[in-house]
């Protein structure tokens, strides 16, 4: 009997002897006077005994079979299991194997078979939380995170995400690489599904920000009076669609979106995992069937408005257009561009005035084709043949024979006999001879 009970006997009795009324009975412990009369007919009938619960040394009725509870920890084992927390091993239980378990009583049975410690939980600095936003799509947080999702079973891959900041909806995919064209891909998508939000929140990565190169004699200028720094890609795009850029300064900032990527690199790898995805097409598709759906079915709050802030897309909105890769070319005097090494001719259907020595706008677009623009016409263009250079014939090499000494002539070898046919004077004598008197011949 514990003291609860004890002290509810306490009061029973004073109210079988009349010490108190039975209204003040129930007043004591905590129950109507009409339960205070059963009280005391059972305590007249059972002694003290009635007071303590009657379910009391006997298994709940609502006791799991230790024999589901074997079943259950016995696939918690597995390999593939390994790091499953409570709440994701509850519901992969239920969805995969049809057992129903509590997340809390699950909790309990991981525990005692060492399969799961809950974390000490640290004194975190204490922050100022940011309110959301009212209306969806009046702020999407844009970022990317770079994870071993596939743990070494495939190629590396980055997830590009996008979530909205009243209601945490999120948007997703798997890209090979974190480029501008795969950043593209995603907003296309976004775009398609939800129209134009007021504005992107994302940090100052150079998909987004160009770097500003500052000289050394502009070191001290202020920011606002430096020269501005062209767009990006995507700043353009966004620029022409109506969309304002904002720069995070702190990851703290955009904190919903790293948020979402701590949790994906939990629960999504787990996922995958039990999928068996090991390519980049694998890994889409359950991102898309099934962790996806979760999250904005469980995870999703509701915005503060019901008024959705997401525009429309108009026939001025040309998506291939303006997320494409632009760039600006002058045209020659022969009608012709040069892009990325090639060399395009221009329809003589689109000649028209002013196009000679101008500028057009040259579209590298998501599916790898190219369009032109001058101003608001749209211009045909061919790419022209390359022109090889015609074979020339290797000139043939002559080999020299090695030369040999020529035979002096009957001439020369009767002038060389003669000179040295007589007798030589010596060198004392050579040397007395007076060179400004010396006639011609030797004597």
Not at 116 to 145: C, F, I, L, N
Not at 194 to 205: E, H, I, M, V
Not at 284 to 296: G, Q, R, S, T
Request: net charge positive; aromatic share 6%.
């Amino acid at each position: 009997m514990n003291q609860k009970e004890r002290d509810r006997l306490v009061a029973l009795k004073k109210a079988r002897k009349g010490l108190i009324t039975q209204r003040e009975a129930g007043e004591e412990i905590g129950v109507t006077e009409r339960q205070v009369r059963r009280m005391l007919a059972a305590l007249q009938a059972k002694g003290d005994k009635a007071v303590i619960h009657a379910a009391r040394g006997r298994a709940s009725n609502r006791k799991i079979d230790a024999k589901i509870r074997e079943q259950a920890i016995a696939i918690l084992r597995q390999p593939v299991c390994q790091g499953f927390g409570p709440t994701f091993a509850a519901g992969h239980l239920k969805e995969e194997h049809g057992i129903q378990v509590g997340r809390e009583t699950l909790r309990g049975w991981m525990e005692a078979a060492k399969l799961w410690r809950a974390k000490a939980k640290r004194v975190e600095k204490v922050h100022q939380w940011r309110e959301r936003k009212s209306r969806r799509g009046e702020m999407v947080q844009w970022d990317t995170s770079e994870h071993d999702w596939l743990e070494g079973r495939g190629e590396k891959l980055y997830l590009i995400g996008m979530i909205d900041d009243a209601t945490s909806e999120l948007t997703a995919r798997f890209a090979r690489h974190d480029s501008t064209e795969e950043n593209m891909r995603l907003l296309w998508s976004y775009l398609e599904q939800n129209g134009r939000p007021l504005s992107f929140y994302t940090d100052k990565a150079s998909l987004f920000q160009n770097t500003p190169k500052v000289r050394r004699d502009e070191k001290e200028l202020p920011r606002e009076e430096r020269k501005p720094l062209p767009p990006t890609q995507i700043g353009r795009a966004l620029n022409e669609l109506g969309i304002v850029w904002k720069a995070a300064h702190s990851p703290q900032a955009k904190g919903r979106i790293e948020r979402s990527f701590k949790t994906a690199q939990d629960r999504l790898v787990k996922g995958l995992r039990l999928a068996g995805a090991a390519t980049l097409e694998e890994a889409n598709a359950y991102l898309e069937k099934k962790f996806l759906p979760w999250w904005n079915k469980t995870l999703r709050y509701a915005p503060a408005s019901a008024e959705d802030a997401h525009r429309p897309l108009g026939k001025e909105h040309d998506l291939a257009s303006a997320l494409s890769q632009v760039e600006s070319r002058q045209v020659a005097n022969d009608y012709t561009i040069r892009f990325e090494g090639k060399l395009y001719q221009i329809s003589r259907a689109d000649v028209r005035s002013g196009l000679r020595g101008g500028r057009v706008r040259v579209e590298k677009r998501l599916d790898g084709t190219l369009a032109v623009r001058f101003g608001e016409h749209w211009l045909k263009i061919s790419e022209c043949a390359v022109k090889t250079k015609p074979a020339t014939a290797a000139p043939t090499q002559v080999v020299s024979k090695p030369s040999q000494p020529r035979k002096p002539s009957e001439a020369m070898r009767r002038s060389m006999n003669k000179l040295l046919a007589g007798k030589a004077r010596p060198v004392w004598a050579a040397g007395r001879i007076d060179r400004t008197r010396t006639t011609d011949r030797l004597d």
